[in-house]
């Protein structure tokens, strides 16, 4: 069975930090992305890491989040600096894995809410 554990939003003052957490259990993710979907928006892709490390970001959050990899642990960690009121949403954590029958799947975590207020 595939599950994604994900962990570390919260409340936080503008200019602050949080750290989200995705580990993956079952299958060795090729892709993990996180998304987040603000009051009244539509969800959003944030950024991307793939199994060989390589990294994306969206224009809105490029210099403030960084997406890093545990490999020994198949978790990703989203370290969010000089967080914003625009930043504020449900975050969303899905992998993309490879069956053994060849095909890709995709699997959602569930949602942690980031908050930014003063």
């Known amino acids: 069975q595939v599950q994604l554990a994900v962990s570390g939003g919260g409340l936080v003052q503008p200019g602050g930090s949080l750290r989200l957490s995705c580990a993956a259990s079952?299958?060795?993710?090729?892709?993990m992305g996180w998304y987040r979907q603000g009051p009244g928006k539509q969800r959003e892709l944030v950024a991307t890491?793939?199994?060989?490390?390589?990294?994306t970001y969206a224009d809105s959050v490029k210099g403030r989040f960084t997406f890093s990899r545990d490999s020994a642990q198949n978790t990703g960690y989203l370290q969010m600096h000089s967080l914003q009121p625009e930043d504020t949403g449900v975050y969303y954590c899905?992998?993309?894995?490879?069956?053994?029958?060849?095909?890709?799947?995709?699997?959602w975590g569930q949602g942690t809410q980031v908050t930014v207020s003063s």
């Open positions: 079952g299958s060795i993710f090729t892709l």
């Open positions: 899905k992998i993309r894995v490879g069956a053994t029958d060849g095909r890709l799947h995709d699997f």
């Open positions: 890491l793939t199994s060989g490390g390589s990294t």
